[in-house]
């Protein structure tokens, strides 16, 4: 391990970098996987290997199952008084962990540490919400229309849950989804991206040790993740498949979940547009792009992806948000200083330079940023493109980096048609002082998540989730338990 790593970590956080990780964590403890095979995690910030992890297999997914379907009776009998209090304790014990969590997520994941920090504590408000919903879960009671009887209705735990996460929020994507599923009374199988298997591993550690029962949450990492994930489907006792990735993952996921008509919450991609009207507060907007554009080096779904701003503060806003950008320090994830750490991986890096270049061939002009950096990380440089023609491909995809392309528009059904120009349907971002302008708008963007003179919007009250081909429920606030619930309705003679 790097020295001005282990000098950040504290002795259990080096353990599970260098020891832990060769191991799976089923029915409550460090198992042996099925075979010696092992995949390297590495640090985006020079393509250094930092951990071995166990390679799980199908078998050892299996396993995972069973010790989810043994834990089953036991957890949902649980009052929820005492599921709340293990949640809750889950809650202060990822504050009292913060630090070694931000290095761990940072190293993996390259993020600044200051991202890494504010996603810890956004991860440990899941525990908090769900700790105080488990004590919520609604039910109805009602006389039938015509007397005949009562109708009751109550909910149950859903079943099994496999939850499937990406590697841009290691531990957020993750508490999002084991925080409502404890809460709701499931047991679960958390298969965390190959790219971040660290944080997930320290997350079952302080579930468990919070008090949750062997089986309660079991880990698998693998790096043959279609593999492993399909045999759980085939399975059959996997009752609920709640997965955040890319689009094309997901319907893959969709079409298998099908075929066992697996209850499934989908967290998709998206591609949102960060519309600047030119009555809006120029200032405020350009925090809020810096905001919505820049968290994690552009690499949230909820980016903004497309800058459309109006004519008459098109040119102002675009050469201030270039002079914004070019003065954001890249740098290694972990060192204080940085503002942008390195992309996932070299794949993601020649991705965001081929849009870049192609938006520049079709007529794109560079106002800061573009071409590489020299480095052997997978570092890309903040960047601002104006005049981006409508066609091009870095408006219709996700571009997962740190480059704000601008596009300019006229009249307010243009800015409309121009951001809903997508198959994506996750979030938008409007500045505007005219209130009333703001929330028509608001009402006709196909998104699940507008953001009115705000650069952010995700909070764990708040429903998160997306239309279209971004997704399907919503996870947090007071919908995010529903998702692992089953509504039971019961007939009664009085
Ligand atoms: P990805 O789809 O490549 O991988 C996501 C997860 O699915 C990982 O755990 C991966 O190992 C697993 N996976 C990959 N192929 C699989 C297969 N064939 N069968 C089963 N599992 C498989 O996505 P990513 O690159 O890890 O994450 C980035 C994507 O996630 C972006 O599209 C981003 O928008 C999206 N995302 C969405 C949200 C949201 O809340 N809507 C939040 C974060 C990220």
């Known amino acids: 391990m790097a020295s001005d790593l282990a000098d950040l970590l504290s002795d259990s956080a080096a353990a599970l970098i260098e020891g832990t990780p060769k191991r799976l964590f089923i029915g409550g403890c460090w198992v042996t996987p099925a075979s010696e095979d092992r995949f390297d995690v590495d640090d985006p910030a020079d393509g250094t290997i930092i951990a071995g992890v166990a390679d799980g297999s199908p078998a050892d997914a299996i396993k995972c199952i069973d010790a989810a379907e043994a834990a089953a009776s036991t957890w949902s009998s649980h009052s929820p008084r005492s599921r709340s209090d293990i949640l809750m304790e889950c809650f202060h014990a990822m504050h009292r962990r913060a630090e070694d969590l931000a290095v761990l997520i940072s190293v993996e994941s390259g993020k600044a540490l200051t991202d890494a920090r504010a996603e810890v504590s956004y991860a440990a408000e899941f525990f908090r919400w769900f700790a105080e919903e488990a004590v919520r879960i609604p039910g109805d009671l009602g006389l039938a229309p ?72 079991n880990v698998l990492t693998t790096s043959r993740p279609a593999e492993a994930v399909k045999v759980m489907l085939d399975d059959g006792r996997i009752r609920k498949l709640s997965f955040t990735g890319s689009t094309s993952v997901g319907k893959l996921l969709l079409r298998q979940a099908a075929e066992h008509v697996v209850n499934c919450s989908m967290e998709l991609g998206g591609n949102a547009p960060f519309i600047v009207f030119d009555d809006a507060d120029i200032d405020a907007a350009l925090n809020g792009a810096l905001t919505a554009k820049m968290r994690n080096a552009g690499e949230t779904c909820i980016a903004a992806n ?31 200083a940085t503002e942008c ?55 219709n995809r996700e571009i997962f980096g740190p480059v704000a392309p601008l596009v300019r528009f006229d009249s307010e059904d243009q800015a409309i048609r121009l951001a809903n120009d997508t198959e994506y349907g996750l979030a938008a971002y409007i500045f505007t002082r005219d209130v009333q302008k703001g929330l028509r708008v608001a009402d006709r963007i196909d998104a699940g998540m507008v953001a009115i003179n705000r650069g952010s919007l995700s909070d764990v009250a708040a429903p998160f989730g997306g239309m279209k081909h971004s997704g399907i429920g919503r996870e947090g606030g007071t919908y995010g338990i529903l998702e692992y619930l089953e509504t039971k309705y019961i007939s009664i003679s009085w």
């Open 146 to 217: 015509f007397g005949t009887g009562r109708i009751a209705v109550q909910h149950q735990p859903v079943g099994i849950s496999l939850l499937i996460t990406p590697w841009n929020f290691p531990a957020a994507m993750a508490a999002r989804k084991i925080a409502p599923a404890l809460a709701a009374g499931c047991t679960c199988i958390l298969k965390p991206a190959a790219e971040t298997p660290l944080t997930a591993l320290a997350l079952a550690e302080i579930v468990h040790e919070a008090g949750a029962p062997p089986g309660t949450l």
């Open 306 to 336: 497309r800058f459309l701003v109006q004519s008459d503060v098109y040119e102002a806003f675009a050469a201030k948000l270039a002079e914004r950008m070019n003065r954001i320090v890249v740098g290694r994830g972990r060192y204080t």
């Open 341 to 395: 750490g390195p992309l996932i991986s070299k794949n993601a890096l020649e991705k965001v330079s081929t849009l870049v270049d192609q938006a520049a061939v079709h007529g794109g002009r560079i106002l800061t940023g573009g071409g590489t950096l020299e480095s052997d990380g997978y570092y890309y440089p903040p960047t601002v493109i104006a005049d981006v023609d409508p066609g091009s491909e870095i408006l």
